[in-house]
């Protein structure tokens, strides 16, 4: 029998980092990996239900199709407030007598794996190993002392539940992304505090279609414009008079421009304060995605065309959509030149000197 490796954690929720840990240990020792969901675990509190957290490793796991990995129960089906970590290896190491067990923990459970409950059985009966983390220093004491071994792996990335939580970084497998959504987990719920239930609707569509488009680019784009798409119209429900406020304060040059673009100011302001975006690049994103402006990054051309053609909009936008996904600059040129055209029908028409410089820059009229 291959080994297995008993992967354990509160997966609150699920991202990819965790999957590269459980394939590089599954490829190091040739083993199976169980993915074992803690019910409270000691060190933390615990964001969602049981049940949520289940379903999101369920799709995780589903959509990696790698046919080593499964889920077990053990922990949340014991009675009793807490599950311990020994419980759990003497299950297994029951479960299957004389196979090779391997207990994966992280880096930061390595400084006080001493302090776990019967931890010197935990180490007796199965092989600690332990994933590095790039910066985190590790207590070799308690290498030494429970034998441990170093996976050695440093490319997990700079993902963790708390900054997938925060809406700060979306490497995470798309069905989860969509399952909390869907369910109104974590980020969602900050975000109906601030946008109402139509408008975050646009929103989810917005980034969605986004993900779509820049994932021609790369994978870190198509997670940078899902967390761009929710944001880009958090200004929305600020009113004019405040908004106006916040723009005379932080961006006075935009003070005089007409109320219908204000919102994008307004949007990257609650985004750098109450997100804790810091990403220029998203920023600027939600910062011009109504005018448009001269010289527009990718994200920014992306973000400007997802907003317009997102398919909730209500008329028939698929032709644009089919072209941005095929090449996103073309496919921005594509709805530049339609929303001209819808603007130049109104009564003001293009009223703005970003719109104009834009038009201009990218239209050569
Ligand atoms: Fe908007
Ligand atoms: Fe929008």
């Known amino acids: 029998m291959k080994p297995l490796v008993i992967f354990g954690g509160s997966f609150d929720p699920i991202h990819n980092g965790h999957l590269r840990i459980a394939n590089t240990a599954s490829e190091k020792y040739d083993a199976d990996v169980v993915f074992v969901l803690a019910k409270t675990p000691r060190w933390k509190t615990v964001n969602e239900s049981e049940e949520d957290r289940l379903n999101m490793l369920s799709l995780a796991l589903a959509e990696t199709c790698n046919e080593r990995f499964s889920i077990s129960r053990t922990e949340l089906d014991r009675d009793g407030d807490f599950s311990y970590s020994i419980d759990t290896v003497k299950e297994f190491c029951a479960m299957y007598p004389g196979r090779k067990i391997y207990f994966l923990i992280g880096a930061d459970q390595v400084n006080q794996f001493d302090k776990w409950r019967q931890s010197d059985e935990i180490a007796s009966l199965a092989t600690v190993i332990f994933s590095n983390r790039p910066g985190f220093d590790i207590n070799m004491e308690n290498v030494e002392k429970f034998h441990m071994e170093s996976l050695n792996f440093l490319e997990s990335g700079s993902v963790s539940s708390t900054r997938v939580r925060g809406l700060n970084f979306m490497d995470i497998p798309v069905s989860v992304y969509s399952y909390i959504i869907d369910n109104h987990l974590y980020f969602v719920k900050e975000l109906e505090k601030h946008i109402k239930p139509a408008r975050l609707k646009h929103s989810e569509s917005v980034a969605m279609t986004a993900y779509n488009i820049a994932k021609q680019i790369s994978i870190e784009m198509g997670e940078k414009a899902l967390i761009t798409g929710l944001l880009h ?12 406020a916040i723009i005379e304060e932080n961006y006075p040059e935009y003070k005089d421009y007409p109320e219908y673009s204000l919102h994008q100011w307004v949007g990257r302001y609650m985004a750098e304060e109450l997100f804790g975006v810091t990403d220029e690049d998203v920023l600027n994103a939600i910062e011009f995605h109504c005018t448009g402006r001269a010289e527009m990054s990718s994200l920014e051309k992306i973000i400007y065309s997802a907003d317009k053609i997102e398919p909730t909009r209500g008329y028939d936008s698929s032709d644009m959509i089919r072209a941005c996904e095929e090449d996103y ?10 929303n001209m055209k819808f603007l130049d029908d109104k009564p003001l028409g293009v009223q703005n000197k970003l719109t104009q410089e834009c038009r201009d820059y990218y239209l050569g009229d």
């Not at 119209?233 to 106006?244: N, Y």
């Not at 600059?329 to 339609?338: A, M, N, P, Q, R």
């Open 233 to 244: 119209d958090l200004g929305k429900s600020t009113h004019e008079e405040e908004a106006r």
């Open 329 to 338: 600059e073309e496919g921005f040129l594509y709805v530049l030149k339609e």
